[in-house]
């Protein structure tokens, strides 16, 4: 039986030595440095497994300080080091040329470590200094494009978050200024007024990281498709999701949440939903000049904007679960809503992930990110049609595909308000919408250049998406079949991962 | 780079933090320390980011090369203009990638 803290704390330790490393060898053997990353973070990936699985076949659960590995956190914490694991893969030859790599790598670990240990920690302080490592290395590294418009992407996600930082640091002041304790459940101990405060400024702070509707459109869609690839991959796929599973935890622990809150949560929800979709099929049709909140003076038909504002809306299916629940926290309820809430996190990330390392390559072959300059993709990457629309009806929420489970819970659900229900079925259509023509756009126009051939494009680049794919196929399979059948083995597993959220004392 | 307007923005949030600040002194005794220390904190944030704005255009200005200013300006503008003044490089990764400013490798897509 290995001990709590060695589960929490070898990641930790293993991932900062790989940073340190590659901080040193990045540069002189590359080859050697990649190698380092790559197999502590396996090795990273394979210990937060084997807790997780303990977590969920024998009720265990490992704490360490103020850091806890149970069925909810350790689900996460396995989504996000093997999203991180497989963006470090892709940037091997993605970013192969970059002539500072000896910064990038020890960025990017340090990236990954920050939003793995958000998801474990229970300590608000923990939370909020994690955060700002990930604020601090995510802006930096969304400056890798080496564009002028990718720096003052970066200036506008640095600006947002550190405004987003000083929220939750004034919720942070009062709590401990009237319990004395910075833990996750000590906000119930609060007098209601105060309680009522404290979340609405950790909501307004957490709502900014998680790129909610207003705040989000600021600095989401600039910062993020301004970034590299597997840094795009990272934020829209880890780092919102991280900071939603926050929301989420804090409200799931409380006892009584005033029906104020819950107001907020749903209409910031319903907005993200809608105004995330339609701009992500704005981008994808006219562009840029339409969609606005660019950062460039160029107009663009950005293939990664797309995804951005698609983010937006992905994060608003899972408000809207959060307050769903909150407004008849039952036992049934947690296992409906928090349940769909973190398997919408799961289909989202490996999806969105899966999406962004296929268009990575499509940039090397067509040499654009401009859809108006794209095309004929197909022609050299033919296995990339299949794996985009297995993520696209993923996305969609299509019967037979992981995000099934939230259509069911959503949108057929009768107990669910009815604009919610539409507002849901809107989405999913026009989420499926805005995939496929940016996939015409991409794969199948005529070639505008030259295309590069696929052994121009580096064999790191060509794994972790069809293995995103297989995976998403898996789940899918998985989760529709345990739905219809009813699979003891399934509800057990949404129980014990709903309680995980809520127990973090 | 437009970058003057999160300039303006930092110093009339300073400006209005200061103003709450000292207008939080009125609240009862359990919120006036809370806010204050949440004014404190915007206006710190504030004052680190005008400082750093004005340092780094300081220690970092657009190398303007001699022979220029010697022909009177008449070949390519010598002064730095209003977008050079308030860039920098990218400090840590030197230069730009001229190559994909346009969000397309300019050594296939030929203008």
Known sequence: MINGSVLIFTPLVLISGSALVSLILANRARKLANMISASTLTLSLGLLLYAFLKCLLYGAHFKAYYYVINAATGLMSVLLILLGLLATVYSFGYMEHELRYDLYSPLLLSFIVSMVYIVLATD??????????????????????????????????????????????????????????????????????????????????????????????????????????????????????????????????????????????????????????????????????????????????????????????????????????????????????????????????????????????????????????????????????????????????????????????????????????????????????????????TFLTKPKSKLADLSDISKAMLVPGPLLALLLMVIGVLCNYGLIDKSKFLERLIYDVTEGIKVCK | MRGREYLWLAIVLMAASMLGGTFSMVLPDELRLPFMWFFIEVTTACLIFTMLYVSLISMMPKEVRLKDIFIGGASRPPYISREELYSTKIPYLGSFDERWELYRDRAVFKE
């Open chain 1, 124 to 441: 608000m302080s923990l939370i909020y200094l994690t955060f700002e490592l990930g604020t601090a290395t995510g802006g930096v590294l969304i400056t890798f494009s080496r564009r002028r418009s990718s720096l003052r992407a970066a200036t506008r996600f640095l600006a947002l978050n550190i405004l987003a930082a000083l929220l939750i640091l004034t919720g942070m002041i009062i709590q401990y200024y009237h319990v004395r304790s910075l833990k996750v459940i000590a906000i119930n101990m609060l007098p209601e007024n105060v309680r009522l405060l404290t979340l609405l400024f950790y909501t307004l702070g957490f709502s900014i990281k998680a790129g909610l509707v207003p705040f989000g459109l600021l600095w989401l869609p600039p910062a993020h498709s301004e970034a590299p690839i597997p840094i795009h991959t990272l934020l829209s796929a880890a780092l919102v999701q991280s900071a939603a599973f926050v929301l989420l935890r804090i409200y799931s622990t409380l006892i009584k949440v005033n029906m104020l809150l819950i107001g907020i949560l749903i209409t910031l929800g319903v907005l993200s939903l809608l105004i995330g979709v339609f701009e992500a099929l704005i981008e994808a049709i006219w562009g840029s000049k339409y969609s606005k909140f660019h950062v460039s003076l160029v107009n663009i038909c950005g293939i990664k904007r797309v995804w951005a504002f698609s983010t937006i809306s992905e994060v608003g299916y899972i408000m809207i679960f959060l307050a769903l629940y909150l407004s008849e926290p039952s036992h049934e309820n947690a296992i409906v809503f928090l349940g769909g809430a973190l398997v919408h996190m799961i289909n989202h990330g490996l999806a969105k992930a899966q999406l962004l390392f296929d268009t990575g390559i499509a940039i090397k072959i067509s040499h654009a990110e401009d859809m108006n300059y794209m095309g004929g993709v197909s022609k050299i990457y033919p296995l990339g049609n299949v794996t985009f629309l297995i993520s696209c009806l993923s996305l969609g929420l299509v019967p037979g595909f992981a995000g099934y489970g939230t259509l069911r819970e959503l949108c057929l659900n009768p107990d669910v308000p009815i604009y919610v229900r539409i507002a849901v079925a809107i989405t999913a259509t026009t989420t499926i919408a805005s995939i496929l023509i940016s996939w015409y756009r």
